[in-house]
């Protein structure tokens, strides 16, 4: 499979680390990102090809990822449209920008019908991404089966059929890293207060997340049964839960990612006017 990246920033890194060699040799992958900080990584440690704008490399791979930044969407597009009208074969344009929606893309790109829109996450550096998906009008069925092949391999799956959704994915699995990353830093810090060092603290922390969640995957049981094993009547885990409910966090969070949802919604409102 050849697989042309246009952006070579934070999130099109994590793919790359978890595609190259795995579902596609390194020198399958074309980078195009006008940053040559970006390029020279990446160029190093997998092998790939890159350019500084897009070229006929792009429109030579069989899947063209857009991932820049949602208010760089527009340009590329028209830069790529015409490009697109020359070649005879219809690459799979995936975007994984948040917002833009694929009407919007598909009307950049002059009308083009083979788009996958989806929303990966950053775990796909270490193979354990997890990326919501749906297709546009035009595409194929082998096109939907290589984009599952590209996204699977990174990580776990999950197409929708409805892209209203894909705004709820980005906020709850695409931003949801930073949450993560989030509270264990605020447990990493509690942990330093009480007297651990940084690094016991963080391991700690880590180590907590890393079981808590393969736990939840694995168990038939809800949440909240999992919750209330580790919470004894008048212990620890009782005692922080409480002050967790008078500080109002579980609303906190729920309303944090209703936000980023909104934010995802709004950005398809004003990039997609234009
Ligand atoms: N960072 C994340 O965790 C996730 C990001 N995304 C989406 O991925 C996209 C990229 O986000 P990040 O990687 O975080 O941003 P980033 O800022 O790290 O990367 C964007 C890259 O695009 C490059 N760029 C700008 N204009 C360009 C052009 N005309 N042609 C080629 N390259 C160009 C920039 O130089 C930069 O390296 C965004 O649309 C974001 O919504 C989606 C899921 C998760
Ligand atoms: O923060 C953002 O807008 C992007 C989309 C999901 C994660 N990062």
Not at 140 to 162: E, I
Not at 212 to 225: C, F, I, K, N, V
Not at 239 to 246: G, I, K, Q, V, Y
Request: glycine content about 12%; hydrophobic content about 50%; some cysteine.
């Amino acid at each position: 499979m050849k697989i042309a990246f246009i952006g070579g920033g934070n999130m099109a890194a994590a793919l790359i680390a978890g595609l190259a060699g795995r579902v596609t040799p390194g020198a399958n992958i074309h980078v195009v990102d006008p940053n040559p900080a970006a390029l020279e990584h990446l160029q190093r440690e997998y092998g790939l090809t890159t350019a500084a704008a897009i070229d006929a490399a792009v429109t030579a791979a069989e899947v063209i990822v857009l991932a820049v930044k949602p208010q760089n969407m527009r340009d590329v597009a028209a830069t790529l449209q015409p490009l697109l009208a020359l070649v005879g074969h219809q690459p799979l344009v995936v975007s994984i920008a948040a917002g833009i929606r694929a009407r919007d893309l598909s009307r950049w790109l002059g009308g083009y019908g083979a788009i996958v829109r989806c929303m990966p996450n950053t775990p796909a550096l270490i193979g354990m991404g997890i990326t919501g998906m749906v297709a546009y009008d035009g595409v194929t069925a082998a096109q939907r089966t290589m984009a599952d092949q590209m996204l699977a391999g990174v990580g776990t799956t999950m197409w929708l059929d409805d892209e209203g959704l894909i705004d709820a994915v980005t906020a709850v699995s695409g931003s949801g890293p930073a949450y993560v990353f989030y509270f264990m830093e605020a447990m990493q810090q509690a942990g330093v207060e009480l007297g651990l060092t940084p690094a016991q603290s963080l391991a700690l922390a880590q180590g907590t997340f890393a079981g808590a969640a393969a736990l939840a995957g694995r168990s038939e049981e809800p949440l909240s049964t999992l919750r209330e094993r580790v919470t004894s009547k008048g212990g620890t885990t009782y005692a922080a839960l409480t002050s967790m409910e008078a500080a109002g966090v579980k609303d906190a969070v729920t309303t944090a990612v209703k936000a980023a949802a909104a934010r995802g919604r709004e950005l398809g409102d004003e990039l997609g006017a234009q």
